[in-house]
């Protein structure tokens, strides 16, 4: 399972899924996401962007795909082959008595008249061709009307205008200059929106990747000897139920360094590495991380910030390593809270995979 499509289904199981007003909105917060960072990413090509846009649409509609019902096949009407035309019964009348007993005759004539069927309008016992044909087709059982085209119209309809919304929203229609480029924004940030009292804030996604192979372990909450902290800063491994995780906090702006091996770097050197950071912010408020990489020769990875929650979920962001031995380990370095209010951040794991488009 990619990374996009990962944040998305935790986001579901913040909800109710089975709602499509909720699995939009959802959808919404990943493409407004993947647009923030595409237009943060001047390094890419419109193609390479295209393709992230539709890797990004692809995920979603395998994913809904999964909500549809599968609609009933249509069948057509049942017509069975009309029986030979018989001579159809006539309808109850008042017949003549039988003349072989005209006494019995005359005394009925006493109490009601006798009525011929040659009398009745000139209609005849035989039906002509028409009438059969009539009667026939009201004797067929009429077809059911079946749903199963209105459904799939449906179904088009809303995804024609899901590609709509999004085309519209998204300002891949906009110049370059009616765009807002005069602040970088941060690597990909999947937001979502409210649904409870408390704002909630989840970041995932790293450029529209997927992880390629297994994750590899870089830091885990059961082995704290690979984490260092600076002067004033404080480390806790913590159980919560069946919850382990590190807390961290600092103060003055200073980070958490977490070793990257050499074993990891000589895994990842020549490809594109994908890094998740499974975190969560305290006490119900919302906290900023800041986060910094050192791989020795092999570059770093800038500067990163994410809006954490309380939400436990995944930030990842991406790196393009160069093909060359590392002469050494590196570092991750975490700041709990970059605003400086002394906000903690319980760390659950720090992860890194091939990343492929």
Request: some cysteine.
């Amino acid at each position: 399972m990619d990374a996009i499509e990962n944040a998305i289904r935790k986001a579901f199981e913040k909800g109710d899924a089975s709602k499509r007003p909720f699995r939009e909105k959802v959808y919404r917060s990943a493409f407004a996401a993947l647009e923030r960072t595409l237009e943060a990413r001047d390094d890419l090509s419109e193609e390479a962007k295209t393709a992230r846009r539709e890797n990004l649409k692809t995920t979603i509609t395998e994913i809904e795909t999964e909500f549809v019902p599968a609609a009933p096949q249509a069948r057509g009407p049942q017509v069975s082959k009309p029986a030979p035309r018989e001579r159809p019964a006539p309808s109850p009348q008042v017949e003549p008595e039988a003349r072989s007993a005209p006494r019995a005759r005359e005394k009925s004539e006493a109490f009601a008249p006798q009525i011929d069927p040659r009398d009745r309008s000139g209609v005849s016992d035989d039906p002509s061709p028409e009438e059969a044909k009539r009667r026939i087709r009201a004797a067929l059982p009429r077809p059911r009307r079946s749903y199963a085209m209105l459904f799939l119209i449906a179904t088009v309809v809303a995804f024609l205008g899901l590609g709509l919304w999004w085309t519209m929203s998204s300002g891949i229609l906009m110049s370059s200059d009616e765009r807002d480029t005069s602040v970088r924004n941060p690597p990909l940030a999947l937001e979502e929106d409210n649904y409870s009292a408390d704002e909630e804030t989840t970041a995932s996604g790293s450029r529209g990747s997927r992880a390629e192979g297994e994750w590899i372990t870089i830091f885990d909450p059961t082995d704290p000897t690979t984490v260092s902290a600076p002067d004033g800063g404080n480390i806790d491994v913590m159980r919560n139920d069946d919850q382990v995780f590190l807390q961290v906090s600092t103060s003055g702006g200073a980070g958490i360094s977490f070793d990257v091996g050499r074993g990891i770097l000589e895994t990842l050197v020549g490809r594109n590495a994908i890094f998740s950071i499974e975190a969560r912010a305290q006490d119900g408020e919302e906290t900023q991380l800041s986060l910094s990489c050192n791989f020795g020769a092999l570059g770093d990875c800038g500067r990163t910030r994410y809006v954490v929650g309380p939400t436990r979920s995944d930030y990842l962001f991406e790196v393009e390593l160069p093909n060359q031995s590392p002469s050494s380990g590196g570092t991750i370095t975490i700041v709990p809270d970059a605003t400086g209010e002394g906000h903690a951040l319980d760390v659950f794991s720090i992860r890194a995979a091939i990343a492929t488009q």
